[in-house]
Structures are given as C-alpha cells and as structure tokens.
C-alpha cells in the first residue's frame, strides 16, 4: 500500500539534491497503485486514490488542491496483474476505469464533475488513448 507520493524535480532549483525531492501524504486512509498516476492539463499531479477520489496535487507547493470522488473506494489487489481502478488523461479529461462495475468514466477536470460512463461488456484492467490529429 502507497500512502505517499514523491515530487521530484529534474532540473536543479538553486539549493542542495534535499531540495529537488519533495514527499507528498495521501489523505487519510488513502494509497494509490502504479495505475494511479497521471498529469493534467496544466502539469498538475493527477492521484486515484483507493478512497475512490481523483485527488488533484499543485506540483509547486505539492499540497492537494482538490479530491473529486468518481468510483467506489477499492483496495489494491496484491497480483499486480489482478484488475483494479485505472487513470489515462488527456487534455481537459480524465479517464478512470470501475472494474468492479465494468464501467469507465470521464471526468471533467475543469469541474471535477463525471461527464459520462461506459458499461464495458468485459472487465477493464488497462487504460491507454492516443490522439486523434497531430
């Protein structure tokens, strides 16, 4: 279970290595998997959390800006092949699969409000997207 994330800066901001790296908590009872992790549209830190929130993370400060929720709270399953909740973002959208209820969502990360949801005749497990005209 991951119950903290890490800002690291690549590019050296004037101070010693300690300064480049900063630890950021989940809230309470919150972790997130592997799958968990994207960046909006403005190079926020996007976290799906297993409370079932989309947690929104200022990567300046590194303090949580918003939690939106979107599915139910679920826990990390120990394969890590095993199907849990997944995150792909892409513009102003967030996408955010609901194994449990073979659905997917989109997510409006403008509002923080589902804009629509899918029922998959299958179970995701993976989410991926590419775009549409270069």
């Known amino acids: 279970m991951i119950s903290s994330q890490s800002l690291l800066w690549t590019q050296d901001r004037g101070g010693p290595g300690d300064q480049n790296i900063r630890v950021v908590p989940m809230p309470a009872g919150a972790s997130y998997s592997f799958r968990s992790l994207a960046r909006g549209p403005q190079g926020e830190g996007l976290i799906l959390g297993t409370d079932g929130k989309l947690h929104v993370v200022d990567p300046s ?4 800006t918003n939690s939106w929720p979107v599915v139910a709270a679920w826990k990390e399953p120990m394969d890590w092949q095993e199907p849990r909740p997944a995150l792909f973002a892409r513009g102003n959208d ?4 609901e194994p449990a209820t073979r659905t997917v969502h989109r ?3 403008a509002t923080g409000k589902v804009v629509r949801s899918v029922t998959l005749d299958a179970i995701p497990n993976e989410i991926s997207g590419t775009l549409s005209a270069h």
């Open 61 to 64: 400060s590194g303090k949580l």
């Open 94 to 97: 967030a996408y955010i699969t």
């Open 107 to 109: 997510l409006d990360l």
